[in-house]
C-alpha cells in the first residue's frame, strides 16, 4: 500500500511538472539540458550508510544503512530510496529537475508516508549544495548540506542544520558506495 502511495505521488508530480516546467519542454537536440552529464556521478545503484547527530527532529539521533538507486528520467534524474536504521525502515522516491533559469536543481521527495519536500541543489566547483527549510515544533528549520564526490565509486552527503534562533549545528552524514553502474 505504501509503495502504491509513493508511486501515485510521484506520477502526480511528474504529470505536473511536465504541464508547468518549460524547462523540461524547452529542450532540444541542440540545447541539450545538463542533467545527465552534470549529474552523472549519481547514476547507478549505491549503499548507503547514515548517521544523524541528535537533534530538534530526531532527539536520539538516527544510525543505518540502505540502498540508493538513481537513474536518467528523460531530461530528469530519478531516485529510489531504501534503508533500514534504529527508527525502523524507510523509503522514498526522489525527482532532481534542471532550472533553467536559475542554473540550479529542484528535488522533490515523496517518503512512504506521503510527506513531500522540496530543496534546491547547485554546484559549487566540485561540491553539490543543498537547502531546504521547514518547521518542526513550531520552529523554523534550515538544513544545508553538500554532494562532495570522492571517487566514481563513492561519494558523501554532509549536512548541518539551524532550529529557531540557533547557530548551524552538524546534521547528517550519508556515505554512498556504488554496486554497479546502470
Sequence with gaps: MCKLAINLCLVMLWFV?????????????????????????MIGKWESSMVIKPNEMTPEGVTGKGTVEYRLFGQAIEGSRSSDSNRGHHEQRELIVYQKDGKSYLVFTVNQNGSFSERTMARNGDIWEVKYTGKIKNKAFTVRGRYKIISPDEFL??????????????????????????
Design 157 to 182: 552527503f554532509s549536512s548541518e542544520i539551524k532550529v529557531g534562533n540557533a547557530g548551524f549545528k552538524p546534521f547528517s552524514q550519508i556515505t554512498y558506495k556504488r554496486v554497479s553502474k546502470n
Design 17 to 41: 511538472l511536465s504541464l508547468s516546467s518549460p524547462t523540461l519542454a524547452q529542450g532540444t537536440a541542440t540545447d541539450e539540458l545538463p542533467t545527465a552529464k552534470d549529474l552523472s556521478f
